[in-house]
């Protein structure tokens, strides 16, 4: 990334705004899943807790796709203020209702953060490219990355001074303050809608699954984009979603309570080293470079089978996350690229469901999976599906360049998809 790049950013006053709202964002995000066990668990045990998350990944699901649809009819900036709303008043409910008193109010408040969650993401992923000009999407791409990163761990550290100082309700209120400083920026930035002059939409549920359904077709238009959704699910589901499992499970036997600390801390250097990577990237053949960047991510896997040193598990995990970081900047720069940007909310609800949508299973999946299989032969598994998916898509033609061709984009701009 170069400085003059960066400088150019940051001289934006809308991007200033844009990156402190996702920055105060992300640190609210962390210090809600640090703090709510923390209230939870002690007077209501691991079982709510687990169904709370349970409930918000849930509503989060089901809600993406409606989450697109008003990412695209709305400003966007103002549909992530909304979400922020959501969010504010379900940590109020954490507040209120984590430790004791009735489990409805509890329950409701996990539904709205997983509907703050699933109308902000697409929304986010949208604005930026309103934000910021397409010559500079690839470098903020990088640096919203890099900040979900740092504003990770930030928070998490954070979390965990809060709550060596003061009560845990006290840390939430700080969790909501984050959330407002996010509200205020986004109200500031104010956003105008895509679809000027589209007043006379037409409302009602019918009318939000035809527009979903436009957002579909936009995808299947363009096979290199449906292939590379359809590649992260099957990747999520055999590797990326095991591996929030079985590498804290592993590495806790073999090394030690501490390993998965050094783990953890390996992990967020690659991803920050892959966003950097990533936007340096200036070849005419991105996605071959984008996939390449993927098969490293087989070494986890391997380490799960053979009992390396935990130096050499750090180092595998730590490549790997290089490899997702550049993978991702480039992935999401060419979405930003590639389609419309009135049809930029539904398209990235859909790479969300499609990457993220069987994580949950995965999760619940994955410990039963190794009990029947045995690791290593998960393990081998992983490895064979990570392989064939990521250069099996190459074959579809656009993967490599990570655009349509040139013919066939010409086509797109001049025939758009309806919903009939």
Known sequence: MTQASVRTLLRDRRYQMFWLGQATSTLGNQLTIVVLPALVVPSRGAGMFGLLLAVESAVMGVLLLLGGVVADR??????????????????????????????????????????????????????????VSEDLRQRANAIDAATKRVGGLVGALLAGVLLSGI????????????????????????????????????????????????????????????????????????????????????????????????????????????????????????????MNALAPCLLTPVCLMVDVPLWGFCAAVGVGSVGVGCFMVLWYSSL????????????????????????????????????????TPFAVLSVIILLTSTYAVLIVPGTVQLASPAAVKDQLDHTPATAS
């Open 167 to 290: 009560a845990p309700p006290r840390t939430l209120v700080v969790d909501l303050v984050t959330f407002v400083i996010s509200l205020v920026t986004l109200v500031w930035l104010r956003l105008p809608r895509i679809r000027v002059g589209d007043e006379q939409q037409e409302q009602g549920l019918r009318a939000v699954f035809a527009e979903a359904k436009t957002g579909l077709v936009e995808v299947r238009r363009r096979p290199w984009v449906a292939a590379l959704m359809l590649q992260g699910t099957a990747q999520v589901f055999f590797l990326f979603g095991p591996n929030y499992v079985l590498v804290p499970m592993v590495s806790q036997e073999r090394y030690g309570i501490e390993a998965f600390g050094w783990v953890s801390a390996a992990t967020f250097v690659g991803s920050v080293l892959g966003s950097v990577v990533g936007a340096r990237v200036t070849s005419k053949r991105p996605g071959l470079w984008a």
């Open 336 to 375: 930003q690229n590639e389609f419309p940007d009135e049809i930029q909310g539904r398209v990235f609800a859909l790479e969300a469901l499609a990457s993220f949508g069987l994580q949950p299973v995965a999760l619940a999946a994955a410990p039963l999976l190794v009990a029947v299989m045995g690791i």
């Open 74 to 131: 709305y400003s966007r900036s103002l549909v992530m203020a909304a979400a922020d709303i959501f969010r504010i008043i379900g940590v109020g409910g954490f507040l209120l209702f984590a430790s004791d008193g009735p489990v409805g109010p509890l329950l409701v408040a996990a539904a709205l953060t997983g509907a703050g969650a699933a109308l902000y993401e697409p929304a986010h992923r949208a604005a930026l490219a309103q934000v």
